[in-house]
């Protein structure tokens, strides 16, 4: 190999961890076309690439499949709509605007990682998945429960809000005791799962961190890490629990 290919693959030998992201299904314009696409901010990208890992974007196309699982080392579920009520037994607000396809493959997506123990970090609406999957429940319209819109961000933007963490925590051990959280949600746990703990809260009660207290990696954040371009370190968090993962697996 001469000195231009070590330029190429300067990684050459070193082994990431795959992190799968689930995506939208959206119309999208690219130059002169407009295309139904699968879509995902790239800031997500951005974040698990710079923590160390490898962005593998999952299209919501029907339920997960165990092979697919079987090729990730960890799984990073991603922000958007809401999740359909019909899945915690309640009807819908009308204010909650849902996406069954992405509920289909997620929901699957998630039972499959959590037969196989793969490390999971969950960003707004994925903590909500979890939360439903696990069998919680979850306030639909925030605003009403609160008295105020201060989760709920900006047209195509965020809000900061104030977040302390439980000592002792997980995610308490990667952010600190508090944390200026970038939020955009206008939903929120309402009744927490059992095997979850609640592990951080916004100063009016609002849940915004839970994870499971034992076992493999499982946390999630009802705010935004990815917007914060100076702040990886849940995703290193999640990369450094794929690359255990990835060793055991291939041990």
């Known amino acids: 190999m001469d000195s231009k290919d070590s330029e190429v693959l300067p990684d050459a030998g070193v082994s990431h961890p795959l992190i799968g992201l689930p995506t939208y299904a959206e119309s999208a314009r690219f130059g002169s076309w407009q295309v139904d696409s699968a879509v995902l901010h790239f800031s997500y990208v951005q974040m698990v690439v710079e923590a160390g890992g490898i ?44 996406r069954p396809d992405r509920d289909d493959s997620e929901f699957r997506l998630f039972e499959l990682a959590r037969a196989v123990d793969l490390p999971i970090l969950a960003v707004c609406r994925g903590l909500q998945v979890v939360n439903v999957a696990m069998g919680g429940t979850l306030i639909q319209h925030l605003p009403e429960v609160v008295g105020h819109a201060e989760h709920s961000g900006t047209d195509g933007g965020f809000t900061t809000v104030q977040v302390t963490t439980v000592p002792g925590s997980r995610v308490a051990a990667i952010v600190g005791p508090d944390v200026q959280a970038n939020c955009h949600h206008h939903q929120a746990i309402d009744r927490l799962a059992d095997g979850l703990i609640a592990t951080a809260h916004a100063a009016d009660g609002t849940i915004e961190a839970a994870e499971a207290p034992d076992g493999p990696f499982l946390v999630g954040v009802q705010w935004h890490p990815e917007v ?6 849940l995703t290193r968090a999640l990369v450094a629990a794929a690359e255990d993962y990835r060793r055991e697996r291939m041990s």
């Open 55 to 98: 962005p593998v974007l999952l299209p919501p196309v029907g339920v997960a499949r165990p092979e697919l699982v079987a090729r990730l080392d960890g799984l990073l579920l991603t922000g958007g709509a809401d999740v359909a009520p019909d899945r915690y037994g309640a009807p819908a607000h009308p204010l909650t605007y849902t």
């Open 228 to 233: 914060d371009a100076l702040d990886r370190r």
